[in-house]
């Protein structure tokens, strides 16, 4: 693997447009509940049909939270994300779908919640934080928000030891893209709650598949010998990396205009 496809897929989560959206405004750590569903194959159209039905029971029951964004990966995994404002936020969030289920009726929402999981295969819940300190989001992005319709995610696991090392090197290659004024840009997203505190995951996002590749290629051009020695002092410390795709998906998400 070179050292180009790994910085430019180190992901989690998930999954969204954050860089882009985030690129002209102040950058800072934001904590976020992850929700991550996996569909099973057989049973995709029940699991859209219910994840839909979930948007509108909740918004329509006024969900006490400002937004969620939605993604999905190619192997049937969905990433749901609420931000939170601190820790002791987490504590709130049972009351917070508790009002909302109280509104829409408990006997709905259990037959409901019957159809919604029998399209699953599993759901688990974890905590991130979206890290201002190691993301790159360039002054002038290439794409523009509406233009993202492709997400690629990396996660990779790391030398517990090493953790040290493993982070003054990502400070080093957002100073590489810094440097050299790349026009893609990537969030990097820190285990906090839930999944392996040794696991990394980064996100960026493009027009497509082919622009993907393309973009990497041209990047790699750009920064291809002081992103080789970087990935040299790197390599060492990393137990595995993982690759995936898939898409924004805005139809699956919401926000709360109230909020």
């Known amino acids: 693997?070179?050292?180009?496809?790994?910085?430019?897929?180190?992901?989690?989560?998930?999954?969204?447009?954050s860089g882009l959206l985030l690129s002209q405004e102040e950058m800072k750590d934001q904590l976020f509940w992850v929700r991550e569903e996996v569909a099973k194959v057989n049973m995709g159209d029940q699991y859209e049909k219910t994840s839909k039905e979930w948007v509108e029971l909740m918004t329509g029951a006024d969900l006490d939270l400002p937004f969620m964004w939605a993604s999905q990966r190619d192997d049937e995994h969905y990433y749901y994300l609420f931000p939170l404002d601190n820790y002791a936020a987490i504590d709130k969030l049972q009351g917070i779908f508790g009002a909302a289920i109280d509104k829409i009726g408990k006997?709905?929402?259990s037959k409901f919640m019957i159809e919604n999981e029998g399209s699953m295969e599993t759901h688990?819940?974890?905590?991130?934080t979206r890290s201002a300190k190691y993301s790159y989001w360039p002054e002038e992005p290439r794409l523009k928000p509406e233009e993202a319709k492709f997400i690629h995610w990396l996660f990779f696991h790391y030398k517990l030891e090493n953790r040290k090392e493993v982070m003054d090197i990502m400070t080093q290659w957002k100073k590489l893209y810094q440097d050299k004024n790349i026009k893609n840009g990537y969030t990097i997203w820190l285990m906090e709650l839930g999944r392996d505190n040794n696991m990394v995951v980064l996100t960026e996002n493009y027009k497509d598949g082919a622009d993907y590749y393309t973009s990497m290629t041209a990047d790699n051009a750009l920064m291809e010998a002081e992103a080789s020695a970087l990935w040299a002092k790197m390599s060492p410390f990393i137990i595995n990396i993982e690759n995936k795709y898939g898409k924004p998906r805005p139809d699956l998400g919401f926000e709360n205009e109230s909020k």
């Open 124 to 128: 688990k819940d974890f905590i991130v």
């Open 1 to 17: 693997m070179s050292a180009r496809r790994f910085i430019i897929g180190l992901v989690l989560i998930i999954l969204t447009n």
């Open 107 to 109: 006997d709905k929402w």
